[in-house]
């Protein structure tokens, strides 16, 4: 057996699951000793090029309460046809159509190379996929026009049997009928008054169908009405692309000392409505579009006075945010709605003041929706990020999902559970806790196998019904006895982001100290658990390797703009939370710890530590904190920058130093959704502060004297540096007072 | 005491008549028709004031006339059948058409001294007949026993129709024939068509004898309520009557002969002639009573219906006059000879008294008198009245001398209207064709003829009026708004701005009780002049604005007194001093006048207009031009209709005609559109878009305009978006199956997008259906035919929801005015509807079962001249009066939030408000009273101002001098007004009786105060007031107040609405539709009108019949050939298309003219009126009969006749 770092990643290629144990401790409050919950990491939607699509359906166990797709982990009697479910251990007929199995004749399902697989349904209409746009026009005519040309550009990126629909708002909240001669039609709704489904059915005359046809005989049938909102691209791709040429500002004044008046709640919820009443169950995508905060109606964030700014950090503290509250019950419905009927909505917010992320962040939470936030439409930010939602695979197919449910079997923890996504894309993750029911009396028997099967239904961009089934087991362990193995099991990067996602799901209801104070002690615990000590000797502790980054990450995480709200708004906060729940292992590590590489004439360009001791004048620092790409010039080379030398031939080397990293942002910026900032900066300049807070303050105005050292650049900051955090943690780790 | 006084009028008709009768017949038919001239030239002129004394004479003449033919007829039929027969004939045929035509010959006047001699002989007859009953009320009772059939009758009619004297002598008396009376009256009316049935030949009339008895007893239904229990107390006051009542009215027919009997033995002896009539007739004297009238007919007929008369002869013979010619060369002749000598007498001296009811009653009053004598009343007035002061005027007036005077100026012009008479002839001969049945019949009728014309008023008024009429002179009424004049603004505001009631004031509020004639004023603000008027200047009084009162605030006028050389002033409201502005100072010269007086239209002008300052404007804000929203019903009756299509394609034209101060300049005026079913559909026209935007907003119950810019355009710049919008809603909506709609919401948005816009404005709305989809505003079908006539029928007319109230609040406070174009195929609730557009100064157009092609012309039309009329928008007014008076009430298409101040969204050159004044104080005879209208309104461009109307009139300590100067249209469009708005909370019946009361309070305080003191049973009208009980006849039969069968509770909701904004010229029309005929139309001058009476029309001839709502062309069916040719290009009857909607163009003289005439009558109305063509005795005839007021319509209302008897019978119970 490999170690296991290779078997984790071998698992994560092939399944998209990494466990933070990967031997589970066997009975329940062995695990809850863990301090790590026993939790996987999934990506349901892991990009597989090599796993083609099975064209058939999945064999179900029959027992009605179990229902777990057939599994290489299932055994199976040849002969008398027959499986035995792994899961509830139901013996199972296979269907007719598996007569010509045998030993040598197995379907994939029962290769253990496909312990992920995929399954197309061929029942069922072909759904088409919806994009319905939801455009503030409340903004610069600037703005306004770079958004009108992007959304006019995605049309050409969609497949031309999707159906669009158009809402656009301000003081008002019109939704666009598409397709009309001559004149052009909306329905325009006040946006201050929140209209039920039903309300609106009505007032878009969409109940009309059956009484009208039923009057009409014999005529041709009429098309579903709700074409009249939602049509397929390929017949009004002109009507729109004018339609959306001509959309202007929104008209109505606005006073001095006034914000204009933005219906965005409303907007959002006759989008739900409308895609509610039209295709409920189908796969769908409400594409906000908003350029500033929600002045009236449901959902306003706040006032159209401008001397009231909007909410900040402290004023929530203070309780001093008084539309919040509403104003996040009124998403959150709107939340549950949409993910009831498998409907994503997506945020694209691009202001330079909030927007009200914060209280509309549970829209794209709950429903694997995007949100992006971006300072104007007319960024490259903001037009990349939007032209990335619409890209596709190799076959031409969009990378995100539509309508999707995840279901878990698993052994020994409770039955089945759902949960609905409805938007995933390839790299969405799902952090999944478990729990091991097993009462310690009881443990399970030495040497079992827990099993899991993950299964994901979802809407593939091509219209099919897809089913993804990924079955995995890990050992059981008894804790006592088996305490190294489980330790050896550990696997800190997941470990640290599935604790990360917890301490964000409290940072979202807690105080952010008492958050802290709450990874701290389970930080120490964890020490305390797994470190190899002697009682108040802190300079004896000793940790394993497969535990030794873990303190690291939660030293960064402590930082991150995920439990810090100092200097961020909270819809930044928001913002930061939201990417860092939805993606990969990988990508949250970065954003809880950047990567930092440095350019020099030193030598080829290499990671160097994420420390102020990094920043030495003669190097070009690239910082990826997944939200920036930020590039650093060191004092001298600044220097030499401005005086020109790159332009000189016989300075070449130093045009190609000064190169490589924006070289190497470029790649990052082309691969990475959504685009992060990029700042090219230099050593005293105002946006160096982006690196500065970022890198562990080992120098600092306080220290640096002591350091008495000419490299790295003292930060001004009060901030511990990881070495007193490290200090910290081993006394405490070893304190028997703890 | 009908007895008595049958008896002495038997006498003295039988006097009289010999002598009129010879004289008349003597001179042959030009004599008799002198006499009668003389007497009705001499009432007409005479009549008003002195009527009383005259009235005596009138009221038994026309009453007389009236009832002793009818009763006569019906009861001498029974008995005397042979001669009623004769009699019947010729009284009623005759004495209607004879005696108006003696009348209007009368008016030739050479006879006067014939007639001048009769009268005394009459009035002595009277006098006894009089003294008998004053005297001896116990006679009466016994002679009821006997006579009660003739004489109740008699004095039933005479005391009904005329002021008889006897019945206030009578007093308890009168009241029992009042009942009888009534019978007479529905005598009246039943008996003219048994009558004509009978008619023709004399011998019928004595089986038509009999039908009069029933005319008894019908009769009784028809006074009916009123009558029957007037006998009993009226019997019962006369103590020993009551049985006798009783009896009377059974008796009639039975008794009759009996009692006849003895009263021919006495002075009755006359009527006994009734009765027998056609002995009476041959006798002459006796029948002379009503043959006389018949005789003076027949006589005029003669004149100028010789010709005529062949056909009519046939017919004559049987009812009335007409019996006269054929008969009449025998008859005649005998009435004449009787007749003439009679009534001449008699009537001269009614009518004269009377000045109004005399011409029509002259002939009846010869009839009457018997009656009337009988009364006693004029028995005492004849030779009292005579001699007395009262009396001897009527005498005189008949001279017409003594009338003149009396009568003002006016009443000899009045006289004038006699020439009108002819019209009315004519129409007699047709009777006599129609009606020729029962002479007996006829003889129960009042003569129409008899009575006060308003044919003749209206002539006569336009004849007179021949000089501008200068607004200078204070107290001076105004010539009728029939008459065409020009007005010379003189200091006061021209009529057509401004019409009182009243120009004489009464100084004391004790007076104007007393008088219970309403003190109002008619005001039109934004009348439209005629060309050669000069509009009301604009004066500047600069940044300060204009100059006003420093306490009442009153705007500088003439009625400002320049003191202390100029530098201050003392207002002529409050009498507080102000300073002059030095701005504004000037010298006085040596009167005390301002040097520069003649130069400022504010010191010497009755209306001008003030520039307004931003101290004028809301929110002292200069207003944005205003806005025109049409907001059309795209539901599938609209579009079926052919609605939508229309009004889309008009719209591209008119939209070139919005209204503009200068032709020279585009409008300024913005517009906007909206279309709605369920929901409302906003459009965006804005130059920039190459196409319209449709903006659905289904959220119908929170309006909200859901747009701003590009909702409002400017026409020109936004003309390519508009007219490719105008074409695609048709397109749009052709397959809507929407059939629900919604109003509240409607009208919202259109407050919605003017309050966004900030500006005022106009919503033009198209409307089909009730709206009953949900939203606010949602109605139910609430049309309950069972309500009506009950105490909750006012509830039909609230609205039913209090929405719209406030909807209206809300519209007045933003300046919105509401037009409401209504095109339904059933109940629509126009009272709900209504109410936004009645409160916001708006209009409702309503175009039932609406039809594209044929509906199309009336409603394109209304609607362009609606989009095109100048109006000022979200306008105040305010009526300031002098220290005495006050405006108190107001009657209009308005909103108050208070007391004082009119609050009009919009206000249209057509709208009209009605003030009524009250005393708060006394008033001087000497300032006379004052009253400064002042509307301040946005013009068309945008301009603020302020127009004032001044108005100054006289007071006066004397009520005659009230009397004098009166106008009657004006009251009865104050007293419609009054009376459509109490319906909301009154039920129709105490409605029409408070009307019928305050009228008769008026006439009998006249008849009280300011007539001579003749008999109590005369009737006597203010020769100003002449018409009142015609008119007041025609609105109580309105639609709205009496609605027949057939009406919907919404078309009474309409007129109801409508007439609220009326003026008086259009009130007029309205209640007295004006029928012209069209035998022959020659030159420019329009036909002379005929009254509105089914009598007057030929089933030869072709009418052209305007309301001001409609216009019927109405076809008789044996019109000539050559007249059909003419008009519709076809020959024959049968194929004239009943559907046609316009005249075909035929190039012929008469084609053409009539169509001038048409264009002509539409151009005059605010509404364009459509053409219907009514082929006699087609079913839509029934609709062209509703509007012939003069006649008993089908709903129950009653005849012009009968309803003067009961006016007669109200007035004299109101002075007993």
Known sequence: MATFPEFISQNEERDGVRFSWNVWPSSRLEATRMVVPLAALLTPLRERPDLPPIQYEPVLCSRATCRAVLNPLCQVDYRAKLWACNFCYQRNQFPPTYTGISEVNQPAELLPQFSTIEYVVQRGPQMPLIFLYVVDTCMEDEDLQALKESLQMSLSLLPPTALVGLITFGRMVQVHELGCEGISKSYVFRGTKDLSAKQLQEMLGLTKPSAAQGARGQQAPQPPLSNRFLQPVQKIDMNLTDLLGELQRDPWPVTQGKRPLRSLGVAMSIAVGLLECTFPNTGARIMTFIGGPATQGPGMVVGDELKTPIRSWHDIEKDNAKYMKKSTKHYEALASRASANGHIMDIYACALDQTGLLEMKCCPNHTGGYMVMADSFNTSLFKQTFQRVFAKDEQGTFKMAFAATLEIKEIGTGGTCQWKMCGLDPSTTLALYLEVVNQHNAPIPQGGRGALQFVTQYQHSSGQRRIRVTTTARNWADAQTQIQSIAASFDQEAAAILMARLAVQRAESEEGPDVLRWLDRQLIRLCQKFGDYHKDDPNSFRFSETFSLYPQFMFHLRRSPFLQVFNNSPDESSYYRHQFVRHDLTQALIMVQPVLYAYSFNGPPEPVLLDSSSILPDRILLMDTFFQILIYHGEMVAQWRKAGYQEMTEYENFRHLLQAPVDDAQELLHTRFPMPRYIDTEHGGSQARFLLSKVNPSQTHNNMYNWGQESGAPILTDDVSLQVFMDHLKKLAVSSAA | ?1216
């Open chain 2, 1 to 1216: 005491m009908n007895v008595n006084q049958q008896t002495p009028m038997a006498s003295p008709y039988g006097q009289p008549q010999p002598g009129y009768g010879q004289p008349g017949y003597g001179a042959g038919y030009p004599a008799p028709y002198a006499p009668y001239n003389n007497p009705a030239s001499v009432y007409q002129p005479g009549a008003p004031p002195q009527g009383c004394s005259p009235y005596a004479s009138f009221p038994s003449k026309a009453v007389a006339a009236n009832p002793v033919s009818d009763l006569s007829s019906p009861l001498d039929l029974g008995p005397l059948r042979g001669p009623p027969t004769s009699v019947p004939a010729p009284v009623s045929a005759a004495p209607q058409a004879y005696s108006h035509y003696g009348q209007g010959e009368m008016q030739n006047g050479p006879p006067p001294g014939s007639q001048a001699p009769p009268r005394p002989a009459v009035s002595q007859p009277y006098n006894q007949g009089a003294v008998n009953l004053s005297g001896p009320p116990q006679p009466y009772p016994q002679q009821y026993g006997a006579p009660p059939p003739m004489q109740q009758v008699t004095n039933q009619m005479t005391g009904m129709q005329i002021s008889t004297g006897p019945p206030t002598a009578a007093g308890p008396g009168y009241a029992p024939p009042h009942s009888s009376q009534p019978p007479t009256s529905a005598a009246y009316s039943i008996a003219p068509h048994p009558a004509y049935t009978q008619g023709p030949p004399p011998a019928s009339m004595a089986p038509s004898q009999p039908p009069p008895p029933r005319d008894p007893a019908p009769p009784q239904p028809y006074y009916g309520g009123p009558p029957p229990p007037q006998h009993p107390a009226s019997s019962a006051s006369a103590a020993p009557l009551p049985p006798p009542p009783s009896s009377h009215q059974s008796f009639p027919p039975t008794s009759y002969p009996g009692p006849q009997a003895p009263l021919p033995a006495g002075p009755q002896a006359p009527l006994p002639p009734g009765p027998q009539a056609q002995p009476p007739y041959a006798q002459g004297p006796p029948p002379p009573g009503s043959q006389p009238h018949y005789a003076p007919a027949p006589p005029h007929a003669h004149g100028s219906y010789p010709a005529a008369r062949g056909p009519p002869p046939p017919s004559q013979p049987g009812p009335y006059p007409p019996a006269g010619p054929p008969p009449t060369s025998a008859p005649p002749g005998h009435y004449q000879g009787t007749m003439p000598p009679q009534p001449p007498a008699g009537q001269p001296a009614t009518y004269h008294s009377g000045p109004p009811p005399p011409r029509a009653q002259m002939p009846p009053s010869s009839m009457a008198q018997t009656n009337h004598l009988p009364p006693g009343p004029q028995g005492p007035p004849g030779p009292l009245g005579p001699p007395g002061p009262l009396q001897q005027p009527p005498p005189q007036p008949g001279m017409q001398g003594g009338y003149p005077p009396q009568q003002n100026g006016a009443f000899g012009q009045v006289r004038g209207p006699q020439p009108g008479y002819p019209g009315p002839y004519p129409g007699q001969q047709n009777y006599g064709p129609q009606a020729p049945a029962p002479a007996a019949q006829a003889q129960k009728r009042l003569d129409p003829d008899a009575i006060p014309s308003p044919i003749q008023v209206i002539e006569d008024d336009r004849v007179k009026t021949t000089e501008p009429f200068t607004t200078g002179v204070r107290g001076q009424a105004p010539p009728l708004v029939t008459s065409n004049f020009h007005v010379k603004d003189q200091g006061n505001a021209s009529p057509r701005f401004v019409r009182c009631t009243a120009y004489n004031m009464p100084c004391t509020a004790d007076m104007a009780k007393q008088s219970q004639v309403p003190l109002a004023a008619v005001i039109k603000p934004l009348a439209t002049l005629p060309p050669d008027e000069t509009p009301p200047y604009l004066v500047d009084h600069g940044e300060a604005g204009p100059i006003r009162c420093n306490r009442c605030k009153a705007y500088m006028c003439p009625y400002m007194q320049f003191i202390e050389g100029g530098r201050r002033f003392q207002c002529g409201f409050c009498s507080c001093v102000s300073d002059v502005p030095p701005h504004y100072f000037q010298h006085l010269d040596h009167t005390g006048k301002r040097v520069d007086c003649y130069d400022r239209p504010e010191l010497s002008l009755g209306s001008y207009e003030f520039l307004a300052t931003v101290d004028y404007c809301k929110n002292n804000k200069l207003p944005q031009p205003p806005a025109f929203i049409f907001l059309i019903d795209v539901s599938y009756n609209a579009v079926k209709s052919g609605m939508v299509n229309i009004v889309c394609q008009e719209l591209k034209t008119l939209l070139d005609h919005l209204p503009r101060e200068n032709p020279e300049m585009d409008s300024v005026v913005r517009v906007g559109f909206v279309t709605y079913n369920k929901v409302l559909h906003f459009y965006n026209v804005k130059a920039s878009l190459a196409q319209p935007q449709m903006l659905v907003v289904s959220d119908v119950a929170d309006m909200f305009v859901p747009l701003l810019d590009g909702f409002l355009v400017n026409v020109k710049e936004s003309r390519m978006v508009i007219d490719s919008l105008l074409d695609q809603i048709p397109e749009m909506f052709a397959d809507t199956r929407e059939t629900e709609t919604v109003f509240g919401p409607v009208i919202q948005a259109g407050l919605e997008a003017l309050k966004a816009a900030d500006c005022a404005g106009k919503l033009f709305v198209f409307h089909t259906s009730l709206p009953i989809a949900e939203a606010p505003g949602k109605l139910k079908n609430r049309e309950d035919k069972k309500l009506i006539g009950t105490d909750k029928e006012k509830s039909l007319f609230q609205p039913q929801v209090g929405f719209y109230s406030t909807l209206a609040k809300d519209c007045v406070a933003q300046g919105c005015c509401v037009d409401l174009f209504l095109f339904p195929n059933q109940y629509v609730d126009v009272a709900t509807l209504g109410v936004v557009p009645v409160s916001t100064g708006g209009s409702v157009y309503k175009y039932t079962y609406f039809q594209a092609q044929s509906d199309r012309e009336r409603f394109l039309n209304d609607l362009r001249r609606n989009v095109e009329k100048p109006m000022g928008f979200d306008a105040v007014l305010r009526v300031r009066t002098s220290t005495g008076i006050r405006a108190t009430d107001f009657f209009g298409s308005f909103f108050m939030s208070n007391t004082t101040d009119v609050e009009l969204a919009g206000l249209d050159c057509d709208k009209t408000v009605t003030v009524e004044f009250r005393h708060d104080d006394k008033l001087s005879e000497e300032t006379g009273a004052l009253m400064q209208c002042a509307v301040l309104y946005t013009s068309c461009s945008g301009q603020r101002r302020l127009r004032v109307h001044n108005m100054a009139v006289n007071c006066c300590s004397q009520l005659a001098d009230l009397y004098r100067n009166c106008e009657t249209d004006t009251i009865i469009n104050f007293f419609s007004k009054y009376a459509f708005r109490s319906v909301l909370t009154s039920p129709t019946k105490t409605v029409r009786e408070g009307l019928v009361n305050q009228c008769a309070a008026i006439l009998a305080c006249y008849r009280k105060n300011c007539a001579s003191p003749s008999s109590a049973g005369q009737l006597i009208l203010p020769e100003c007031m002449k018409l009142l009980p015609v008119y007041l006849n025609c609105v109580l039969k309105s639609d709205v107040l009496l609605p027949a069968a057939d009406v919907s509770l919404d078309d009474r909701a309409y007129l109801r609405q409508l007439l609220s904004g009326m003026d008086v010229s259009e009130s007029h029309v309205f209640f007295y539709p004006r029928l012209l005929p069209l035998m022959k139309l020659e030159g420019d001058s329009l036909p002379l009108a005929v009254r509105d009476s089914e009598e007057r029309l030929s089933k030869g001839g072709a009418y052209l019949l305007e309301t001001g709502l409609h216009l019927f062309l109405w076809v008789g069916a044996n019109a000539q050939q050559e007249l059909l040719l003419n008009i519709f290009g076809t020959p024959s009857f049968g194929q004239i298309d009943p559907n046609l909607t316009s005249l075909p163009v035929l190039d012929n003289p008469f084609s053409k003219r009539l169509r001038e005439i048409v264009d002509a009558f539409r151009a005059q109305r605010s509404r364009y009126m459509k053409l219907i063509v009514v082929k006699q005795e087609d079913k839509a005839e029934l609709i062209f009969r509703h509007f012939l007021v003069e006649d008993k319509n089908a709903s129950g209302g009653a005849s012009y006749v009968d309803f003067l008897c009961h006016m007669h019978k109200e007035i004299r119970q109101l002075l007993s």
